[in-house]
């Protein structure tokens, strides 16, 4: 399933302009699954293998969220970026999570949000739900 949205981001593109573009798309993402109602256990989490950008929970599952910000189409669309070894990666590194925090188990989804930022008007949000 992907949710479309326009995203309203004023007060978080003034206060964050000082932040790479990959920073504010995480931040808006962050946001964003927060709206959701979504718990955000950890963002930006890394260990020797790589990084989780954010891992979230809606109570019952485990959400691992790749996000992906483009400012243009130069290179494709965000989400084309997530490739099957990223996918990999992303998996490897969710165990090293689970192993951190000491979650034996539980049901873990991956999620993709790709955030285009083009030079007029607001930023758009593609959440990806279950993409892996």
Known sequence: MSVSIAVRAGRTRRRRSHLSLGRRGEELATEYLRGLGLVVLSRNWRCREGELDVVATDRTTLIVCEVKTRAGSGF????????????????????????????????????VIAIHFPPAGPPRLRHFVGAF
């Open 76 to 111: 494709g669309e965000p989400a084309e970026a997530v490739t099957e070894d990223k996918r990999a990666r992303i998996r490897r590194i969710t165990s090293r999570w689970l192993a951190a925090f000491r979650v034996a188990w539980c049901p873990v989804r991956f999620d």
